[in-house]
Antibody, heavy 125, light 106 residues
Framework: QLQLHESGPGLVKPSETLSLTCTVS??????????WAWIRQPPGKGLEWIGS???????YYNPSLKSRVTISVDTSKNQFSLKLSAVTAADTAVYYC?????????????????WGQGTTVTVSS | IQMTQSPSSLSASVGDRVTITCRAS??????SNWYQQKPGKAPKLLIY???SLQSGVPSRFSGSGSGTNFTLTISSLQPEDFATYYC?????????FGGGTKVEIK
């Protein structure tokens, strides 16, 4: 049973860089129909997709965050990571890693079929 | 693409039939999914491709629609179904979620 688990600091100071890692266990991160995503949820609010990466390193990001986000992958450790720079209080959220499953590769239809349990990150001095 | 859910909340009783709707700001064919989220937990995929039931999800959940209008139906609400439900589109980048519908106990 494949599982995802987020890890990283729960408190980050304003203007610094938020760094999180998602470890994939019970299966390989190198599957051909899967991308690996970061999604966040501010307190009491809805869900926002941050970006996704393929095991080869091909990535794409939410335009609203693109200038501050880097997602990387380490297939040897079965992990992918998120870096968000110049954080402010608005970046306080629960951060989830998730598997993006392309169930129809002919037209690119996808869904987030597996999620980590989430990790809370607070931006505060 | 914006996804607008309605209602934002509803109260229902065990056994009720519940319908949640989601409207896309432009046609997205069947590029829609539905998730359930319970307090303090990660979202869980219920429906993908507009109508396909995710493995392990009870058959009382169903999805319908295409184009701009989508519906999630719970045929007979169970105690474990009280949660917040989100629609999501994957027609374009960035994929976006609706604002959520909280289903509460009447």
């Amino acid at each position: 049973q494949l599982q995802l688990h987020e890890s990283g600091p729960g408190l980050v100071k304003p203007s610094e860089t938020l760094s999180l890692t998602c470890t994939v266990s019970g299966g390989s991160i190198s599957g051909t129909n899967y991308y690996w995503a970061w999604i966040r949820q501010p307190p009491g609010k809805g869900l926002e997709w941050i970006g996704s990466i393929y095991y080869s390193g091909s990535d794409y990001y939410n335009p609203s965050l693109k200038s501050r986000v880097t997602i990387s992958v380490d297939t040897s450790k079965n992990q992918f990571s998120l870096k968000l720079s110049a954080v402010t209080a608005a970046d306080t959220a629960v951060y989830y890693c998730a598997r993006t499953y392309y169930y129809d590769t002919s037209d690119g239809r996808s869904c987030f079929d597996l999620w980590g349990q989430g990790t809370t990150v607070t931006v505060s001095s | 693409i914006q996804m607008t859910q309605s209602p934002s909340s509803l109260s229902a009783s065990v056994g009720d039939r519940v319908t949640i709707t989601c409207r896309a700001s432009q046609s997205i064919s069947r590029y829609s999914n539905w998730y359930q989220q319970k307090p303090g937990k990660a979202p869980k995929l219920l429906i993908y491709g507009g109508t396909s039931l995710q493995s392990g999800v009870p058959s009382r959940f169903s999805g319908s629609g295409s184009g701009t209008n989508f519906t999630l139906t719970i045929s007979s609400l169970q105690p474990e179904d009280f949660a917040t439900y989100y629609c999501q589109e994957t027609y374009s980048t960035p994929p976006t979620f609706g604002g959520g519908t909280k289903v509460e106990i009447k």
